[in-house]
């Protein structure tokens, strides 16, 4: 993934990160949150 710096007209790249070390290990909650973020991104915002 990367981040866009819209202010200096650059992107940048995002440091990968593991779900289990930010302690997001609940599969039921990582679905949950899943399935949110993809309903935000069919409706366009």
Known sequence: ???IDRSQ???QPLQSRKFSALNLTERLRLQ???AQAWQRVRAGG
Do not use: D
């Open 9 to 11: 007209n650059r992107i």
């Open 1 to 3: 993934m990367t981040k």
């Open 32 to 34: 949950e949150w899943l």
